[in-house]
């Protein structure tokens, strides 16, 4: 069974490589440019978790941090300024991204020179309406790139793969969206019989950071299609309990967030990001 290791809490989203208001996807060049994100949850001191290194408007690596130093790198290839390729050379993984016209249509990942995974996109127009991830082979798979997909998503996959337990060595999962406007409000993932739904709340402010890609470890709740910002989550498993989740934000004076409060219904545990971005 193949799993990705992306981000152990069910929302942890940031959009890392598209431009938030142009019309080609694989294309990120944001008005203001984040530098360092620091992380803190009810149990740790607030730490550097990243810092994003440019080169002029192209996001060139990502160095991720832990508390006792440096991870790894994500190092960005890009064809003029769409971006193509994604490299973690330390854990021999790589990622590619194919595209049809203006929008993502292909998302490889490759561990130690072999395809693990696939994302197939689907459209109606320009919103994303099916993702169908494909998971090759039966051995396990630990991912440290990022994916152009919500985190929640990333982790239901794991879930239902493990439900459906397939041995045939092609696992398929696939994810329709529900559109209200210009926000998602539904996400139902099925695999062999098994399901999730997510279900979405909004506030009614602009979602500054709307068209970044996901980033796997850094917990904030912005979702990668939707205009406004999230505000409440609700994950459904068919015959379990449902997970709810609230977000609060701290933004500057130009609606960008400088602190994202992740809680859980039910829980004292709060997690919570702090973005600093150029001057």
Not at 28 to 37: D, E, F, T
Not at 227 to 253: A, H, P
Request: glycine residues 6%; hydrophobic residues 30%; charged residues 25%.
């Amino acid at each position: 069974m193949k799993k990705f290791r992306f981000s152990s809490i069910i929302l942890g989203v940031l959009f890392v490589a598209f431009m938030a208001s142009c019309s080609k996807e694989g294309v990120y060049n944001p008005k203001k440019k984040i530098q360092r994100v620091y992380s803190e949850s009810t149990y740790t001191d607030k730490y550097l978790s990243q810092v994003w290194n440019w080169e002029d408007k192209l996001l060139k690596s990502v160095d991720h941090y832990s508390g006792s130093g440096l991870s790894h790198t994500e190092t960005f290839s890009y064809d003029g300024n769409r971006l193509i390729r994604v490299d973690d050379y330390r854990h021999s993984e790589y990622a590619t991204y194919e595209y049809d016209g203006s929008v993502l249509k292909t998302y490889n990942f490759y561990e130690k020179n072999q395809l693990a995974s696939t994302l197939n996109f689907t459209y109606d127009g320009k919103k994303v309406s099916r993702v169908v991830y494909s998971l090759y082979g039966d051995k396990k798979v630990e991912s440290h790139l990022m994916a152009p997909i919500p985190a929640e998503i990333i982790e239901s996959m794991n879930v239902l793969a493990e439900k459906a337990d397939a041995t045939k060595g092609l696992i398929n999962v696939t994810y329709q969206f529900t559109w209200t406007d210009d926000n998602i409000t539904k996400i139902i993932g099925t695999a062999e019989g098994e399901m999730v739904t997510f279900t979405l709340a909004y506030d009614n402010k602009t979602n500054p950071l709307k068209g970044y890609l996901n980033l796997y470890n850094i917990e904030d709740p912005y979702m990668f299609y939707s205009k406004n910002n999230v505000t409440q989550l609700m994950e459904s498993y068919i015959g379990s309990e449902n997970d709810i989740y609230n977000f609060t934000y701290q933004c500057d004076t130009d609606g960008y967030p400088t602190m994202v409060i992740r809680s859980r219904i039910d829980s004292e545990y709060t997690y919570t990001t702090h973005y600093e971005y150029d001057k």
